[in-house]
């Protein structure tokens, strides 16, 4: 994954405007050793910028998934960025993009 990719644009351009949508919500699952790195020197640019394209392009949605109005998004492998004590950095950074 990543912007203007496949998978985004699918997803954005396709899924997110089909006219039979309805009621289904969507929520994205981030792939962090893809996009933010497998060691301890995780790229939190990654994050900043990818949060950032979320804002920018997702999050604003009607048909977004949200919880008391903020949006969700899944992180996929947090327990990893937590065994290398990089999950709170990364929270941090996408918690701050968000707001």
Same mark, same amino acid.
């Given at each position: ?15 997110? #405007? ?11 699952? =981030?792939?962090?050793? *893809? +996009? ?15 949060? #950032? ?11 977004? =998934?949200?919880?008391? *109005? +903020? ?29």
């Amino acid at each position: 994954w990543g912007p203007n990719r496949l998978e985004d644009l699918n997803t954005k351009d396709v899924i997110m #405007e089909h006219p039979d949508i309805g009621e289904l919500n969507i929520a994205l699952h =981030y792939e962090t050793t *893809g +996009r933010l790195g497998k060691d301890s020197d995780a790229n939190f640019a990654a994050a900043r910028s990818d949060t #950032e394209y979320f804002c920018e392009n997702y999050f604003g949605h009607p048909n977004y =998934y949200k919880i008391d *109005g +903020r949006p969700v998004l899944f992180i996929y492998i947090a327990r990893y960025l937590n065994h290398v004590g990089a999950l709170e950095q990364a929270l941090l950074t996408m918690r701050s993009e968000a707001a």
